[in-house]
């Protein structure tokens, strides 16, 4: 008598792959010349500090919801799998649409995946990495067949524009992640990852108000306490030395050097970033995927709208072994190994 899909997965050891992979980006451009004329910086400065050229704007009415939604459209059309086969929901974000409920259950709603439960996850600019490897963790125990992971954030919510040195960097964006259960014989999947959290550096990266400490006021407004602060020569070493030494870790632990890798998806918070750390890794510039000059550092979005497009580009090849990469808030920090499952390539859309 043939096992059912329930009692297979009992027998087996599963494995998270994944099977779509989808982004959206606002159509609103707001160009380094725009913010010229917006505060006291110039094209030359920018990119040659961070590689931005132009980052994108979600209109004012709406929240990432919006954007999580398409995203996660186009990536459950390529999985071809239905909302409604849907076991779990995580998005990754710090700016979610309310902070009741989790933006997860508006995009449920939205989506029509009734059958599925979720919650929204916190983990700054590494926010998508600790959802991937939740919901890895959901399908390895057998829990649940078919995850949907969203990484989304809308930084020009928290951004003051008078402050060159954030409101140059960050954009708006969102990027999603179908993971389904496959047996362990089965090639491709998540094949490991490493993350980190050190609480010491909360006051390099942070906002201070809007929260249970400092829920909105008069007074917090006045003192301009919900727009985003950043140390952003701490969080520049951090980052290159944290991104790099756990990836590497990763690639020692699993027996890889720089010419067996086939891509490295890293967080777009700056090129310089990401030149050192491929360095580090010894990878060659076709071995990284880069598109910070478009979107800038769109938080809990960059690496999986890097991989949508990366995949739509055919940059990643069934196989593959990828790295994903990011450092944020907190700090919180780490990288995923993967071997990519998907044949050909994504119709560009």
């Not at 997965?9 to 606002?26: D, L």
């Not at 490991?192 to 400092?214: C, N, Q, R």
């Not at 006045?222 to 727009?227: L, Q, S």
């Not at 918070?269 to 071995?287: C, H, M």
């Amino acid at each position: 008598m043939q096992m059912s899909n329930m009692e297979r997965t009992v027998k087996e050891k599963m494995r998270a792959i994944i099977t779509g992979v989808g982004h959206y980006a606002p159509e609103k451009r707001l160009t380094n010349q725009d913010l010229e004329r917006m505060v006291d910086t110039n094209d030359k400065w920018i990119t040659t500090r961070t590689g931005i050229k132009e980052r994108r704007i979600l209109d004012k009415e709406k929240g990432i919801s919006h954007m999580g939604i398409r995203a996660a459209e186009m990536a459950l059309s390529r999985a071809n799998v239905s909302a409604s086969e849907l076991d779990l929901i995580l998005v990754a974000t710090v700016t979610p649409d309310m902070p009741v409920p989790a933006a997860a259950a508006i995009i449920q709603k939205e989506l029509g995946a009734e059958k599925c439960w979720g919650f929204d996850i916190n983990g700054g600019c590494a926010g998508f990495l600790c959802a991937m490897a939740t919901g890895a963790q959901f399908i390895e125990n057998s829990r649940h067949q078919k995850v949907l992971v969203i990484g989304a954030d809308k930084m020009s919510a928290i951004l003051n524009y008078e402050d060159r040195n954030t409101c140059v960097l960050f954009g708006d964006g969102a990027g999603a992640v179908v993971l389904e259960a496959a047996s362990d014989g089965e090639k491709g999947g998540i094949d490991d990852f490493d993350m980190h959290l050190d609480g010491t550096g909360a006051k390099s990266l942070f906002m201070e108000a809007g929260g249970s400490l400092h829920p909105a006021t008069h007074e917090t407004v006045e003192k301009r306490m919900h727009y985003v602060y950043q140390d952003g020569r701490n969080v520049f070493k951090k980052a290159i030395n944290g991104m790099s030494e756990v990836s590497a870790r990763l690639m020692e632990k699993h027996g890889l050097k720089g010419e067996d890798m086939g891509l490295l998806i890293p967080h777009q918070a700056n090129l310089r970033i990401i030149d050192s750390v491929s360095k580090k890794l010894g990878l060659t510039p076709e071995q990284v995927m880069v598109n910070i000059e478009k979107y800038g550092n769109t938080t809990a979005g960059t690496i999986p709208i890097a991989m949508s497009e990366a995949w739509e580009d055919g940059r990643m090849k069934k196989g593959d072994r990828i790295i994903l990469s990011a450092f944020g808030a907190g700090f919180t920090w780490g990288s995923l190994l993967l071997t990519w499952a998907l044949e050909g390539k994504a119709p560009r859309t």
